[in-house]
């Protein structure tokens, strides 16, 4: 962006919202009538007069529409200026609301136009999946009953399947358990014999599906064969554990030709996998592989097998990559690289064969398929992964392992030992935002809800968490729909779990809560501090044993070291 609120972009505002935008916004007339005069009476002066450019904004650089058009990074920076009401200036005349609302109605049109037809139109960047998207994937191209391994990044786990997004309710009182903190939380069928990858590592912004971060180099890939390996030749991989045994795995029928079977199966089971229709040259060598091993000996199943933990290993399945980038400028999705953004999205995961086979038929594209087919992932169990990726991720909810209170000042803070109150806390957040999710309920009431979902122990942690007697459960966690009287503790913001991991070990740290909420619910993180600069001294000085902690804050930024 060429500007930011940092970087105002003066009396630009002053002089676009004088001007009366019309669908014929775009034509040369209304620049030469209108906005350049506009912009030579009111803006020149701070935006290139006698080469004085505020905001790196140069307006006699603008001959025409298209001048305007060329530059999104400027109108975008319009239209976030007057969306958020920080220009005009307070001190200058302010516009009606219904101005600024038609003003940004057409800039945004405008924008939409410009980058539409932008030979710069940004690209997806090819990326491997992440470890969490290829469990998924494994398991659902299997049909698999129990999960490929383990997944400590999954925080919410929960118990008894509470989680039906088809009934659009969510029920008035769960059972649920936290995985980072509990052990006992890690303990669910899944395959033996098959180590767990690494976890990948977070982003700048807490997110795990950053390209430059999931390459894959010929070591990675060679463990990927390795992993896929494990995962065949697991003793839990069996016919009552895998779901297409019979239509993959299992020896065809005496009077069946093997050939035609192998070359049948695969390509069913490889269009699946690389999430369209398999290539006859790519089919040809896969299902060559396969009669190979049979005419050496081996038994049906297991060169299948082999042909399965190959395609495992395949780029074609481990990245997740659109054909429309190799050309130049934006290029339109085709169907079936619309039902891999779909299903990774909502379901991290592989397209099932309903979305292939509309992509098959080119209906996916359609408005009304396409609306219904979001409507259908949305009520599918599947949309649990979406929720147990995203809202932990988005909030950074990870900081809170790394949580650890006073033990002395907060004792209450810790029980059984080893576990902490944290346990409880982490939970809160996301089953919020389950619940707006599965009853569709407004975006705003995940900043300020009247209800939310605590434990016995939790609920009393609001109040008088000394005072809590009873027993502080570590594996299955009864929660209930409360409702909230206090609007302080309604949404992600104020909760327990985020004021806990934006402190530290002794007090509240009111400038690391306020990055936060600048990069996690307006994605607008600060720069880093200067290292040069002292932070608030924890030992309290006697002159400011009376002051509140907003108080020694302001007395911290009088020091000429701030």
């Known amino acids: 962006m060429i500007c930011t609120p940092q970087q105002p972009i003066g009396f630009l505002a002053v002089a676009v919202l004088a001007v009366a935008i019309s669908p014929a916004f775009a034509g040369s007339d209304v620049f030469t009538n209108t906005l350049r005069p506009a912009f030579?009476?009111?803006?020149?002066?701070?935006?290139?007069?006698?080469?004085?450019?505020?905001g790196?904004?140069?307006?006699?650089?603008?001959?025409?529409?298209?001048?305007?058009?060329?530059?999104?990074?400027?109108?975008e920076a319009i239209i976030g200026v007057l969306e958020f009401e920080e220009m005009p200036p307070e001190d200058e005349p302010q516009p009606p609301q219904e101005t600024r609302a038609q003003l940004v109605t057409h800039l945004r049109e405008l924008l939409h136009k410009t980058v539409s037809v932008s030979k710069n139109y940004p690209r997806t960047p090819i990326r491997r999946m992440n470890r969490f998207q290829y469990n998924n994937a494994v398991q659902d191209l299997f049909e698999l009953t129990p999960i490929v391994f383990t997944l400590p990044e999954r925080m919410l786990r929960e118990h008894g399947s509470y989680f039906q997004p088809a009934s659009r309710v969510m029920p008035a009182e769960l059972k649920a358990g936290s995985r980072p903190l509990g052990k006992s939380q890690l303990i669910e069928k899944r395959l033996g014999g098959v180590a767990a990858f690494p976890q990948d590592l977070r982003a700048e912004h807490g997110f795990d599906?950053?390209?430059?971060?999931?390459?894959?180099?010929?070591?990675?890939?060679?463990?990927?064969?390795?992993?896929?390996?494990?995962?065949?030749?697991?003793?839990?991989?069996?016919?009552?554990n895998c779901g297409i045994w019979k239509a993959f795995f299992a020896e065809p029928g005496e009077n069946e030709n093997k050939s035609d079977v192998v070359r049948e199966r695969l390509h069913t089971f490889l269009t699946r996998a690389f999430r369209r229709p398999v290539e006859d040259k790519l089919l040809d060598r896969y299902a060559t592989h396969v009669t190979g091993l049979l005419d050496s000996g081996q038994s049906f199943t297991g060169s299948m097998k082999a042909a399965a933990s190959a395609a495992l290993a395949s780029p074609r399945f481990l990245y997740l990559y659109d054909r429309a980038g190799e050309a130049e400028g934006a290029q339109p999705l085709d169907d079936f690289e619309l039902a891999s953004r779909l299903s990774f999205f909502l379901w991290g995961s592989i397209p099932d064969e309903e979305l292939l086979s509309l992509a098959g038929r080119h209906q996916l594209r359609e408005a009304e398929v396409l609306a219904a087919q979001v409507d259908r992932m949305l009520d599918d169990r599947k949309l649990k992964r979406f929720c147990d990726s995203f809202p932990s991720q988005w909030l950074?909810?990870?900081?809170?392992?790394?949580?650890?209170?006073?033990?002395?000042?907060?004792?209450?803070?810790?029980?059984?030992?080893q576990y902490r109150s944290s346990m409880h806390m982490m939970l809160e957040p996301l089953l919020l935002f389950e619940t707006i999710v599965i009853e569709d309920r407004p975006i705003l009431e995940l900043i300020d809800s009247n209800f939310s979902y605590r434990s016995e122990y939790l609920e009393s942690w609001y109040q008088e968490p000394e005072a809590f007697a009873g027993k502080k459960p570590t594996t299955v966690v009864p929660f209930r729909r409360v409702a909230l009287t206090d609007r302080r503790e309604g949404g992600v913001i104020t909760n327990a779990a985020v004021m806990t991991m934006t402190s530290n070990p002794n007090r509240t740290q009111p400038?690391?809560?306020?990055?936060?909420?600048?990069?996690?619910?307006?994605?607008?993180?600060?720069?880093?501090?200067?290292?040069?600069?002292?932070?608030?001294?924890?030992?309290?000085?006697?002159?400011?044993?009376?002051?509140?902690?907003?108080?020694?804050?302001?007395?911290?930024?009088?020091?000429?070291?701030?």
């Not at 030579?40 to 505020?54: F, L, N, S, T």
């Not at 009376?546 to 009088?558: G, I, Q, Y």
């Open 56 to 75: 790196k904004v140069n307006l006699i650089e603008l001959k025409n529409t298209a001048d305007l058009a060329g530059n999104p990074d400027l109108l």
């Open 396 to 417: 950074q909810l990870e900081r809170i392992i790394s949580s650890a209170p006073n033990r002395d000042r907060f004792p209450d803070f810790y029980f059984h030992s």
């Open 209 to 240: 599906n950053r390209g430059d971060h999931l390459t894959l180099s010929p070591l990675l890939l060679e463990a990927f064969l390795t992993l896929s390996r494990s995962i065949v030749e697991s003793p839990d991989f069996v016919e009552k």
């Open 511 to 562: 400038i690391t809560r306020g990055a936060w909420i600048a990069g996690v619910i307006f994605n607008d993180p600060p720069e880093p501090p200067p290292a040069d600069v002292p932070p608030l001294a924890e030992e309290v000085a006697e002159e400011e044993k009376n002051l509140t902690l907003r108080e020694r804050f302001v007395a911290h930024r009088k020091d000429p070291d701030c």
């Open 40 to 54: 030579q009476e009111h803006c020149v002066q701070c935006h290139g007069k006698d080469g004085k450019v505020k």
